[in-house]
């Protein structure tokens, strides 16, 4: 394995640090940092195998939608 690609699998992969900054500010008032990395990486998990040109406004589409939802389930938990 060479230096380039050790590092290259120790950052988040596409523009998965930049997603996080930007929703967690968005979801700041709802949800903790914490939760929005965690939904932020399995949401790039789920994207595998899509082109990397596409990957980041893909990966901050989706995670948006996910933090919606469990923003969604705090406000109206099932009775």
Do not use: I, Q, W, Y
Not at 16 to 40: C, G, I, K
Not at 41 to 61: H, Q
Request: glycine share 6%; with cysteine.
């Amino acid at each position: 394995m060479s230096a380039v690609s050790r590092t290259r699998t120790a950052r988040p992969a596409g523009d998965e640090s930049h997603v996080n900054a930007r929703l967690a500010a968005e979801f700041a008032a709802d949800l903790d940092h914490r939760t929005v990395v965690a939904v932020v990486r399995t949401c790039r998990r789920r994207l595998a195998g899509v082109p990397p040109g596409s990957l980041p406004e893909l990966l901050e589409r989706l995670a948006r939608e996910e933090l919606h939802d469990v923003v969604g389930a705090d406000r109206h938990p099932a009775r």
